[in-house]
């Protein structure tokens, strides 16, 4: 199975890539993980407070949206990064991987860029998932998938990596 995160984005801090790249390769063969970065839209200027016109945030969002859909892998599994979606622990998410691990499906986690992810790309997605109520760095955001994705490995392997509440 291939995980694939397609994240809106490009050219993040070293930190970011060297976080992402650590926890990718931990992950066996078996269940690989790997970074689609999608270019952003580019965004004129904006009207007051520095934020985009409706208009302009629209148009963002159905660019970034098609960018996102056209990466995507036709027979994935897509799993929309939203606020608005389900919450899981790890042990739940431990419990998701297991399920698709054997589905046998590709997975592929869309996340949107500064405007958040188009209708249609919500649309696509057979699942929501939300890390937190709180508002993330999308680079951050690549990290703390690619280290929860492993965590959630590990409890299926009885590995000792992860130490819940015991």
Sequence with gaps: MRIQILS???RM???VDAGFSEYAKRLPPSCTLSLVEIEPAVRGKHGQGGQPSRAQRER???IEGQRLLKATPPTALVIALDVRGRSWS??????ELE?????????A???GGAEGLDERCLARAERRW???ELTLPHG?????LAEQLYRAWTILQGHPYHRGAQ
């Design 130 to 132: 939300s890390l937190s």
């Design 13 to 15: 801090p070293a930190w």
């Design 8 to 10: 809106v984005g490009r």
């Design 90 to 95: 790890t042990e739940a998410l431990a419990s």
């Design 60 to 62: 963002i969002l159905e």
């Design 140 to 144: 951050l955001v690549r990290v703390v």
């Design 109 to 111: 986690l869309l996340v």
């Design 99 to 107: 399920d698709w691990l054997a589905s046998g499906r590709d997975i």
